[in-house]
């Protein structure tokens, strides 16, 4: 347990030395927040509805430091499968896929505080009061950062398809499409239509998303209650389909590379 | 000199399109993926206009549009540009001494030397929402063919200012990147939106108002004042890309890596 600690720690040190990286993400970051804020306020001032973009921004927010701070790990273990560097670690006594895991949990870790905290402040002056009380405020981190580290462990298994298809780009990008659609990645699913929710809701991205970013400006202990069993649930669901994958992926290694 | 050129252009994207061609069903899965991709981002508008009715005086139709110019001028240079995306790379381990010894121009090879099939689904996304626009006609058609052309220019010289960024800072990819896609997420909003500072912002530091502001506006109600508009900004974003780029090249020091192609 001690060398994924390890693994972990210099991840994260890795990722806040990489100073240009996590600026970059903070500009898209900031750049969205702009933006948003902007679409909301022009359509709460139409509507009359002044509220909307104070809601909806937090929302964007915390949406965002979810999908943003992912590292490409789907990227990195299909090329560390193409080019045979899994093959290379498959005999040392750590398990690659918990490696590669664990160290995007670092560098996702380190993204993900530093847009929690300069996000949340640029989107206070932007807005003033948030829409949820600051004492729920660590409950509601913690719940996104844990939807986080799911959204880490769903790309690798994105990573682990290279096993069946010859090239995961648009796997991945369709897959960030359906966290923005399926999970209200960018417009929460209040205002999609009840038939598509009803979709929704038997993904995973519904409850990893939408449930867990929503107590944003829903906060309640039944609705906490409700996010926390459905993502229990998809984890061990993506679990075992990860376990499953690595297990065929060891066995044909050999053919892969080395 | 031009003769030369297109025939290498012509030469690297059959070579791209024979590659694409070897797992057939695989490319047009691809594609079939990215026009999904694209219609789910598509259809999340679309609920938004269904909600709202109209945004700051757009509807869907103008959306649509906004969507084709975007689509069009993105598969463009995702299909003959791409290459630049990896130009940080090159940059940062020295594999852009392969190019800089070549007997062609290095800019031109670098930008040609990717390229993603899936992309076509793009083109076919971006017509498809032309024909939902509502400006249906030989003319707009015209027009749109003329902006997409400009707007793909445009996008050529912005992928170009971002990853030059690698010539001046270490490990700038993740940075090129953003600065890139924030562009594009710019590009994707409804432009009826950008007012004021917006405005000035989307024509300067995001250069997304001559991305698809101007091309949408010169095919909605055509004016030479908006193709001109248009014009002078692609011009002007090419002209810096460039400066930048030859600045860079100055600034570079090779990493001293042995390779043959």
Not at chain 1, 156 to 172: D, N, Q
Not at chain 2, 131 to 152: D, K, M, Y
Not at chain 2, 173 to 191: K, M
Request: hydrophobic share 55%; net charge positive.
């Amino acid at each position: 347990m001690n060398k994924y600690a390890a693994l972990y720690s210099v991840s994260l040190k890795q990722a806040w030395a990489a100073k240009a990286s996590l600026y970059g993400r903070l500009f898209f970051l900031f750049i969205l927040i702009f933006i948003y804020n902007h679409l909301w306020e022009v359509i709460g001032a139409e509507n009359n509805s002044l509220e909307l973009n104070r809601t909806y921004i937090w929302y964007l927010l915390f949406a965002e430091m979810i999908i943003l701070s992912s590292p490409r790990a789907d990227r990195s273990l299909f090329n560390d499968i193409r080019d045979g560097t899994m093959a290379y670690y498959v005999g040392k006594p750590i398990s690659f896929f918990l490696m590669r895991c664990v160290e995007a949990l670092g560098s996702m870790t380190a993204s993900f505080v530093l847009m929690g905290v300069l996000g949340s402040l640029a989107t206070l002056l932007l807005t003033g009061e948030p829409p949820f009380l600051w004492r729920h405020f660590p409950i509601i981190f913690l719940m996104c950062y844990l939807s986080s580290c799911f959204n880490v462990l769903l790309t690798c298994a994105v990573g682990l398809c290279g096993l069946w298809l010859a090239s995961i780009r648009t796997l991945s990008m369709l897959i960030e499409r359906l966290v923005f659609t399926l999970g209200g990645g960018i417009f929460p699913l209040s205002i999609y239509p009840d038939w598509f929710i009803d979709i929704a809701k038997y993904t995973p991205f519904y409850s990893f998303y939408y449930l867990t970013i929503k107590l944003v400006y829903d906060f309640s202990w039944e609705n906490l209650a409700v996010a926390v069993t459905l993502n229990s649930g998809w984890l061990c669901l993506i679990a075992l389909f990860t376990i499953f994958a690595y297990g065929r992926l060891t066995k044909r290694i050999n053919i892969y590379g080395g | 000199m031009a003769a030369k050129f297109i025939k290498l252009f012509l030469y690297v994207q059959k070579s791209n399109l024979k590659t694409a061609f070897l797992n057939l069903s695989d490319a047009l899965v691809n594609v079939l993926m990215m026009m999904l991709n694209n219609f789910s981002y598509i259809f999340m508008w679309w609920i938004l206009f269904q909600n709202k009715g109209s945004i700051n005086g757009w509807n869907f139709g103008d959306m649509a549009l906004l969507f084709a110019v975007a689509n069009i001028s993105f598969a463009t240079y995702a299909l003959f540009m791409r290459g630049l995306e990896t130009l940080p790379e090159y940059i940062d381990s020295g594999g852009l001494d392969n190019f800089l010894v070549m007997p062609r121009s290095e800019l031109m090879l670098i930008a040609f030397s990717e390229s993603s099939f899936a992309n076509w689904g793009d083109y076919l996304t971006g017509f498809i929402m032309y024909f939902f626009s509502g400006h249906i006609g030989w003319t707009s058609f015209g027009l749109l063919i003329l902006v997409t052309i400009l707007a793909s220019v445009l996008l050529f010289a912005i992928r170009l200012l971002a990853s030059s960024l690698a010539f001046f800072i270490n490990d700038s990819q993740r940075l090129g990147d953003n600065f890139f896609i924030a562009v594009i997420t710019f590009a994707s909003q409804p432009s009826s939106i950008y007012t004021g500072w917006y405005k000035v912002i989307s024509l300067t530091i995001v250069p997304a108002g001559f991305l698809v502001y101007y091309p949408v506006e010169v095919i909605r109600a055509f004016s030479w004042t908006n193709l001109l508009c248009l014009l002078g900004g692609v011009a002007i974003f090419l002209a810096l890309s460039l400066l930048v780029w030859r600045q860079g090249l100055k600034h570079y020091s090779s990493g001293n890596r042995f390779g043959v192609r």
